[in-house]
């Protein structure tokens, strides 16, 4: 496994969010997450990331422990994370948004000319403030921010959501792409017929806890289970 | 005097004093910019400043410029590490929470204040400044012979006060490159704009937030050296520049350093007019209401811009 999370209990104060859950996702693999609005997958997200704590439980990256150390050392493994909503520097500019990835590890100009090849509507933009961007071109920048650092793991929060279909294509190909490249991907999604075109395995999340585990095709072939777990 | 060299004079005074507010206030800025912190000991930063390069330039001897650059140097920097500590000691541990961290410095305030008194003493002393030329100012007047120059009995400046300008104007330009140009200046924005993602993308904020405390309140410790062979060093100096900091800093819009820079300008002249003309605490009161107007009808600050 590149990352694998052990029996993790996490929460905000007083709130216990996640129980003993469990997951691991392979270099290569698309693993993804569904569950219901507050059923806790942002809330894992931030736990691997380090920015909400894990009370209990291990969480590895190839064996090494992540959440002893400091929420910014998480990232410098090589942890990419998209956030739920992006979470732009909304007053950079696409070019210092980007600069801010690249710093994450040190990485130089090749790297950044990557990812611009991948995201050319970036290019013609890199003096634009975040925040001028449209929604297809903050998501697209949201991405290629964490691809300026490389990642082993990329961690993507509901990355579609509010697209329309020709950026949902494009950002399920960038996703695609980084699998063929041995990145290890963690995709929250709510719309299950995006879920069952690139994921490697799913698994459902309930009330913070491991519900199901299953393949695309177990989903396709035995509809009741999506609409159990997530209730379309 | 006439009113036209009154009124350059008054000019005069008061663009030494919107140089020095215009650093102190910088450093107030940035700190609540960044960390969203209320730094109430802003001020008593300020009065370490002007005391450490009294007691700098005080033990160095020599010339006045040797003991003085050795002040411009030395107390920001050690001003600026005693911030940085105090962040790390104390602000940290309240996980820089907004409300908690007010009364935290007011702490700071009077810990720093008592500290002062008791070891520096209550007395105000001067530091000599390293140059200090009188500089006359000409004035000009119609006459039958038509336009006259003539240098008006008490219209005049000193190199030092011109000095303490450029300084300022220097030191401004070097925050705003520091900011807008360096790779530090993007991480302390990006901090500012969000905590969350910076921390996601390897920013390790606590250590930017104890560099920003201490850098900020470097920022009054360099206005203080600037002011204090003008002004004497005294343990209770730190009042005024802390009251027109955070009047510069509302009147500016909370955060903005481009408002911040422009309402120190706006407020130091102001008050070094009309301190000159009226009286000094006619000047405040008029700030003071400023702030009032400027908080009913325009909260996000004259510079600022209207919350989205
Ligand atoms: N900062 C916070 N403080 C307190 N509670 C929180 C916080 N963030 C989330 N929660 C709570 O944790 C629970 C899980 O939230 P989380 O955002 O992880 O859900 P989610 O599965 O991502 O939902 P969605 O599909 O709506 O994004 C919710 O009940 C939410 O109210
Ligand atoms: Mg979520």
Redesign the interface.
């Given at each position: 496994m590149m990352l694998e999370v052990r029996h993790i209990s996490a929460g905000y104060g007083k709130v216990q969010v996640l129980h003993d859950l469990s997951l691991g996702v392979k270099a290569g693999e698309i693993l993804c997450l569904l569950g219901r609005n507050g059923a806790g997958k942002t809330t894992l997200l931030k736990t691997i990331?380090?920015?909400v704590r894990a009370r209990s439980g291990e969480i590895l990256l190839e064996g090494v422990p992540l959440n002893d150390l400091?929420?910014?050392?998480?990232?410098?493994q090589g942890v990419g994370?998209i956030?739920q909503g992006r979470?732009l520097?909304?007053?950079?500019t696409v070019a210092?948004n980007l600069?801010?990835?690249l710093?994450?590890?040190g990485q130089g100009d090749e790297v950044l000319e990557h990812v611009l090849t991948m995201f050319p509507r970036l290019r013609e933009r890199m003096d634009q403030r975040a925040e001028t961007l449209s929604g297809g071109e903050q998501q697209m920048l949201a991405t290629a921010?964490a691809l300026c650092?490389r990642p082993r793991v990329l961690l993507l929060d509901e990355p579609t959501e509010g697209l329309q279909p020709s950026m949902i294509a494009m950002i399920r190909a960038a996703v695609v792409e980084l699998r063929a490249q041995g990145v290890a991907i963690i995709l929250v999604e709510q719309r299950v017929e995006a879920v069952l075109e690139v994921a490697d395995r799913v698994i459902f999340i309930e009330n913070g806890r491991n519900a199901l585990e299953a393949t695309p095709d177990d989903l396709r072939a035995n509809e009741s289970l999506v609409h159990r777990y997530v209730g379309v | 005097m006439e009113f036209g060299p009154h009124l350059i004079l008054a000019i005069l005074e008061g663009l030494v004093q919107a140089s020095v507010l215009t650093l102190t206030a910088l450093g107030l800025s940035l700190v609540f910019g960044v960390m969203r912190v209320v730094n109430v000991a802003h001020g008593e930063f300020f009065m370490l400043g002007a005391v450490f390069a009294y007691g700098v330039a005080n033990s160095i001897g020599g010339a006045p410029v040797v003991g003085f650059v050795a002040a411009l140097i030395v107390a920001p920097l050690l001003v600026g590490v005693l911030a940085a500590a105090a962040d790390w000691l104390i602000l940290r541990r309240l996980d820089h929470d907004p409300e908690r961290t007010i009364v935290a410095t007011i702490g700071m305030l009077y810990v720093i204040q008592q500290i002062t008194l008791m070891t520096y003493g209550p007395d105000a002393h001067p530091v000599t400044p390293p140059f200090n030329q009188r500089i006359a100012i000409p004035w000009f007047e119609f006459t039958d012979k038509g336009l006259e120059f003539y240098f008006p009995w008490g219209l005049s400046t000193t190199s030092y006060k011109l000095f303490v300008v450029a300084a300022a104007i220097v030191a401004g330009l070097g925050v705003w490159l520091l900011m807008a140009r360096s790779r530090l200046g993007l991480i302390l924005r990006a901090t500012q704009l969000d905590r969350e993602t910076a921390l996601a993308f390897g920013i390790p904020v606590q250590r930017v937030y104890a560099l920003t405390f201490g850098f900020g309140a470097a920022l009054a410790a360099l206005g203080a050296v600037l002011v204090v062979p003008i002004q004497q060093a005294h343990y209770l100096m730190g009042g005024d520049p802390l009251l027109l900091s955070f009047i510069v800093v509302i009147i500016g819009g909370l955060g903005s350093l481009r408002g911040t820079v422009l309402a120190a300008i706006l407020i130091g002249m102001s008050n070094g007019i009309i301190s000159v003309f009226f009286s000094p605490t006619l000047a405040k009161i008029l700030a003071t209401l400023l702030v009032a107007m400027v908080l009913v009808y325009r909260p996000q600050g004259l510079f600022g811009k209207k919350p989205a």
């Open positions: 990331m380090g920015l400091p929420a910014y050392k998480v990232p410098r994370y956030p979470r520097f909304a007053e950079l210092e600069q801010v990835g710093m994450t590890r921010r650092l | -």
